[in-house]
C-alpha cells in the first residue's frame, strides 16, 4: 500500500515535471526577449499556493489541466486600448520574438522525450515480453479468411497494411483505426520440414470474434505469439499450482515450457486454450506394419448418422466397458468399427453449424490424418487398448497431451534475436520421433531437453476445488454479468456478448498460471521518436476521420497510472512514459487551436505573411470558446478514465 502511494506520487511529480518544463520553457525564451513575465502557473484557476520570486508570481492552480506562463501585455487591462504600444509586452515584440517563445515549449518537451529515450538506449534498454515484440503469429481465428488460406499460429507476418510489422501494438492499431481492408504480407512455416512459403493477402476485416468492445476490427490474426513458461513469480516468489488443478499429477516443474499439445506445436495462451476446448482425441494408429499418430474428433453417439446395427454393437460395447451414461450421451469416434478397434468405414455426423459433415471435410493440418478401412487403433492418449470397448471407454474423459521443454536457464535475450530463439535448442527429428512413438510398445517419453507430460484431465472453473467462499463468488460475479448482458439495448449485441459468456462458463482450463518470456528491448532514440511521432499523427488522423472514439484514449487519470505502472517495474519504464508523454504534450501544443501554443504561432505567421497586425481583443474572443471546449473535453476523459478504472476494479 505506502509503495503504491509512493508510485502514484512519484507519478503525480514527472507530470507536474513535464508541464513545468514546457512552461520552463516559455518563460526562458520570454525572459530573452526582453518579455515581463507576470505569473508562472502549474494548473489552472484558482492558485492552490503561490509565491513571488524575482518579480514573477508563481503559483499551482486547482486544476492540474496544463499551465501557463503571462506575459505583460497578453491581456487587455484598463487604460491600455493598443497592446502593441507596450514595449516589454508579448504584443509589443515582433511576430518573429512571439513565435520563438511559442515555439520553444513544445520544443522542450520534444527535446526530453528525446534525451529520455537516449539515457533508456545508453542503460540497455527496457525489459518487455516477447509478446509484445514478436512477429510471429500466437493465433488466427478459425472462421476467418485467413485461416482459409492456411496462415496458422506460428507463421511470421513482416508487414501489415503497407508498414513494417514490428509487434503486438501495431496489430492494435490496425483493429482500431485501420480501415474496412487489411493487408498483410509474411512466411507460412513448416518448423518440422524447416520450409517457408512467401504470402501477400488482401482480406476483408470483420468485428473481433472475443471482444466485447464495439468498433475492434480483425482481419483474423487474434494474437501474437508468446512462451508458455511454468516458472517462479517475477519477484521470483512461489507459483503452486491452485488445489484441485488438473496439472498437479502431470510431472510439471519449474523451468518448464509447453511447446506441444495434441498434436500441434503451441504459440500462445489462446492457441492452448482452443487446443484444450476442442473435442478431439489422439490415436496411435497402426497401418500396413507402420504406426503413426491422428487426432480424431471425439463426438456425442447422438450427432453421429448411425443405424440400427451400429447403435447394437455400440450398446453391446458400452455394457462390456461397464458404463451407465444413456448410449445417446457417451462420446465416440466418427467411425464404424470392428470389435477389436479395426476401422472399417467412416461415419457421417451432425456438426456445429447443424449440417452433416464427414471426417474429410473437418480435416485441417497434417495431424488430422483421416482413418482408413483396415486401420487399427492401438492406443487413445498415449494409453494401450485391444477391443473397442475398452476405446469406448477410455474415449469418455478428455485427456491432453503435453510436451514441455526444460532449460535451466531462460536468458534475456535482444528483441532483434528473439524470434529466431523461440525454438532453439529443439531437435525437430527427436519431437518428431517422441510424438510418433505415442501409444507404442516402446514409447518415447524424453529426448534430451524435451519430455512428454503425464495426460491432463482439463476442468471447468467450478470444477476446480474452490472453497464455498470462492465458489460463492464466482457464482455472484456469474449473476452480475448476466444482469450487465441482459441490460445491452441492442439484441444482436446482447446475443453475442451472451454467447461469448456462456461459452466462458464452460471453457475447460489446466488450472495452471504461464508466463511469458522477458526479452530485451532497445532501439535507438531516434527510431523510438519516430516510432512516437507515427503513432500521434495516425492516432489524430483517427480522430478527426471518426474512425478512433475518445473514449479509446488516456486522459489525466490514464497518464499518471501509466507513469505509476512504469515507477512500478523500474526506472528504464518509468523514463520511457515520462518521454512518451512528453513527445506527445510537445506534438500536441503545435496544433493549430487557438488556446494552444500552435495557435499562437499561426496569429504571428498571420501577422507576417499579411502585414497586418490581429486585434488582441479578437484573438481573446477566438480563445474563450476553444478553452471552454479543452476544459469541457478534460472533464469528459476525467469521467473516461474513472470509468475505465472503476470497471477493472470491479471485475
Not at 482439463?458 to 460475479?477: C, I
Request: aromatic content about 12%; proline content about 4%; overall charge positive.
Amino acid at each position: 500500500m505506502i509503495q503504491n502511494l509512493a508510485y502514484l506520487v512519484l507519478a503525480l511529480l514527472g507530470l507536474g515535471f513535464l508541464i513545468f518544463i514546457h512552461e520552463l520553457g516559455h518563460y526562458f525564451m520570454a525572459r530573452r526577449a526582453k518579455m515581463t513575465v507576470e505569473v508562472f502557473s502549474i494548473g489552472f484557476g484558482k492558485p492552490l499556493c503561490s509565491w513571488n520570486w524575482q518579480g514573477v508570481k508563481w503559483q499551482i492552480g486547482v486544476l492540474p489541466l496544463g499551465g501557463f506562463v503571462r506575459i505583460k501585455g497578453m491581456e487587455r487591462k484598463k487604460g491600455v486600448d493598443n497592446l502593441y504600444l507596450i514595449p516589454d509586452g508579448y504584443f509589443g515584440k515582433s511576430p518573429w520574438q512571439r513565435i520563438k517563445v511559442a515555439l520553444m515549449g513544445p520544443l522542450v518537451n520534444l527535446l526530453f522525450g528525446l534525451f529520455a529515450f537516449s539515457l533508456i538506449w545508453l542503460s540497455g534498454g527496457r525489459e518487455k515480453f516477447f509478446s509484445e515484440k514478436t512477429r510471429l503469429i500466437g493465433w488466427v481465428d478459425p472462421h476467418s479468411k485467413l485461416y482459409e488460406l492456411e496462415v496458422r499460429p506460428g507463421d511470421e507476418l513482416l508487414r501489415l497494411n503497407h508498414r513494417s510489422y514490428g509487434g503486438a501494438e501495431d496489430l492494435l492499431y490496425a483493429a482500431v483505426l485501420d480501415g474496412k481492408d487489411a493487408v498483410i504480407q509474411g512466411y507460412k512455416i513448416n518448423y518440422f520440414k524447416g520450409l517457408k512459403e512467401e504470402f501477400d493477402y488482401k482480406l476483408p476485416t470483420y468485428p473481433h470474434p472475443g471482444g466485447v468492445v464495439q468498433n475492434v476490427f480483425t482481419m483474423g490474426i487474434i494474437s501474437p505469439a508468446a512462451y508458455l513458461l511454468y516458472d517462479r513469480s517475477s519477484e521470483g516468489g512461489e507459483n503452486r499450482l491452485p488445489q484441485g488443478s488438473p496439472m498437479k499429477e502431470s510431472g510439471i516443474q519449474y523451468k518448464d515450457r509447453i511447446i506441444w499439445a495434441d498434436g500441434e506445436l503451441v504459440f500462445s495462451q489462446r492457441h492452448l486454450i482452443h487446443l484444450v476446448n476442442q473435442s478431439t482425441t489422439l490415436l496411435t494408429v497402426q497401418r500396413e506394419g507402420r504406426s503413426f499418430v491422428a487426432r480424431v474428433l471425439r463426438l456425442k453417439v447422438s450427432d453421429l448418422y448411425l443405424g440400427v446395427f451400429e447403435k447394437g454393437e455400440l450398446d453391446d460395447w458400452r455394457d462390456e466397458a461397464k458404463l451407465k451414461e444413456r448410449l445417446q450421451d457417451l462420446y465416440f469416434i466418427p467411425y464404424n468399427l470392428s470389435s477389436t478397434a479395426v476401422v472399417e468405414n467412416a461415419l457421417s455426423f451432425l456438426g456445429a453449424d447443424a449440417k452433416e459433415h464427414c471426417p474429410e471435410t473437418v480435416a485441417r493440418s497434417e495431424i488430422d490424418t483421416l482413418l482408413q478401412k483396415g486401420d487399427r487403433i492401438l492406443a487413445v492418449d498415449g494409453k494401450a487398448i485391444s477391443l473397442t470397448s475398452e476405446l469406448l471407454s477410455e474415449l469418455q474423459q478428455r485427456r491432453v497431451c503435453l510436451i514441455v521443454q526444460h532449460e535451466e536457464k531462460w536468458p534475456v535475450v535482444s528483441w532483434k534475436r528473439a524470434d529466431a530463439d523461440f525454438f532453439s535448442g529443439i531437435s525437430w527429428q527427436d519431437l518428431s520421433r517422441m510424438i510418433q512413438s505415442l501409444g507404442t510398445e516402446n514409447p518415447l517419453s524424453q529426448s534430451d531437453s524435451l519430455r512428454f507430460l503425464h495426460p491432463v484431465v482439463p476442468k471447468t472453473m467450478m470444477e476446480l476445488s474452490l472453497n464455498p467462499g470462492q465458489k460463492a463468488a464466482f457464482l455472484n460475479e456469474w449473476e452480475s454479468q448476466k444482469k450487465e448482458i441482459s441490460a445491452i439495448k441492442d439484441p444482436k449485441e446482447r446475443e453475442r456478448v451472451l454467447r461469448l459468456f456462456e461459452r466462458e462458463q464452460k471453457r475447460l482450463l489446466l488450472g495452471i498460471n504461464l508466463r511469458d518470456r522477458v526479452i530485451s528491448y532497445n532501439p535507438d532514440p531516434f527510431s523510438m521518436t519516430y516510432q512516437v511521432f507515427a503513432q500521434v499523427g495516425r492516432t489524430l488522423v483517427g480522430l478527426f476521420t471518426g474512425a478512433l472514439h475518445p473514449k479509446h484514449l488516456a486522459g489525466p487519470v490514464g497518464i499518471v497510472q501509466a507513469i505509476h505502472y512504469g515507477w512500478s517495474v523500474g526506472i528504464q519504464e518509468a523514463l520511457y512514459w515520462l518521454g512518451l508523454i512528453s513527445l506527445n504534450l510537445g506534438l500536441l501544443n503545435f496544433l493549430p487551436l487557438p488556446v494552444l501554443d500552435g495557435g499562437h504561432i499561426c496569429f504571428s505567421l498571420y501577422e507576417i505573411i499579411t502585414k497586418k497586425r490581429v486585434d488582441p481583443k479578437i484573438i481573446e474572443k477566438i480563445i474563450i470558446p476553444f478553452f471552454i471546449l479543452i476544459v469541457l473535453f478534460f472533464i469528459y476523459m476525467v469521467y473516461s478514465d474513472l470509468s475505465k478504472l472503476f470497471t477493472y476494479w470491479l471485475k
